[in-house]
């Protein structure tokens, strides 16, 4: 167990809607950050979050938007969903800057119909 | 253009038989590296990081070394429970490899 939850597990939703992934880092972590992995691919770099504040952002597309709470919570929200963007999505926390050691999530698969 | 390529793409092994994975990187100021195991349907298991060339790190059956175009991760007499994909990453882009897909068969 790496400390890092995501809320759901599993969300299955329809084409055009909008979903909420959550993210609760590790205790005392301030950094998070959001990867797509899709079938058989590897880990894309979506954004980071550093102490409520975005930090960097990777290919991110435009209908994907994230921020961070007072509480380091994080949310990716996904709108406009297309069967594309069925993968998984991990969450993953550091204590600060990203060249440090990340932990995983368990990570919230959607599938999109 | 930044760019990290792990080599091989799969990699099967029969259980003792001890082998290398390479994770190559072309990254302007690097500040590290990464090595992980994901296991299917699961997050990245942080395994080591690496900070200069020269470094080495073990944890059982596996050494990560590191030199200054790439890396490698040497798995000695593998069991069936190795089996798992291994996953490199430089930052600070975040840039990952591919992953390695090893299987270790009894």
């Known amino acids: 167990d790496s400390g890092v939850t995501q809320t759901p597990k599993h969300l299955i939703t329809a084409t055009g809607q909008r979903v909420t992934l959550r993210c609760s880092p ?16 590897g880990l894309q770099f979506l954004i980071q979050y550093y102490n409520g504040e975005e930090r960097a952002k990777g290919n991110i597309l435009e209908r994907f938007s994230a921020q961070q709470f007072p509480d380091l919570h994080s949310e990716l929200n996904l709108s406009s969903l297309e069967l594309g963007d069925s993968a998984l999505y991990f969450c ?11 932990y995983f999530g368990p990570g919230t698969r959607l599938l999109v119909l | 253009e930044d760019q990290v390529t792990q080599s091989p793409e799969a ?3 029969q259980e003792g038989e001890s082998s290398s ?7 302007s100021g690097l500040r590290g590296l990464f ?3 994901q296991d299917p349907g699961k997050g990245p298991e942080f395994l ?11 944890k059982e059956r596996l050494k990560a070394t590191l030199t200054k175009k790439e890396s490698f991760l040497h ?4 069991k069936p429970e190795d089996s798992a994909t291994y996953l490199c ?5 975040l840039i990952w490899g591919a992953g390695t897909k090893l299987i270790i068969k009894p």
């Open chain 2, 11 to 13: 990699l099967r092994l």
């Open chain 1, 26 to 41: 590790r205790s005392g972590d301030l950094s998070v950050y959001w990867y797509q992995q899709s079938l058989d691919q």
């Open chain 2, 75 to 78: 798995i000695t007499a593998p």
């Open chain 1, 92 to 102: 993953a926390s550091s204590q600060n800057l990203a060249s440090e050691t990340q």
């Open chain 2, 48 to 58: 080591f990081t690496l900070y200069s060339a020269g470094e080495e790190k073990e």
């Open chain 2, 35 to 37: 090595w992980y195991r």
């Open chain 2, 89 to 93: 990453a430089v930052p600070p882009k």
């Open chain 2, 21 to 27: 994975l390479n994770c190559s990187y072309t990254v």
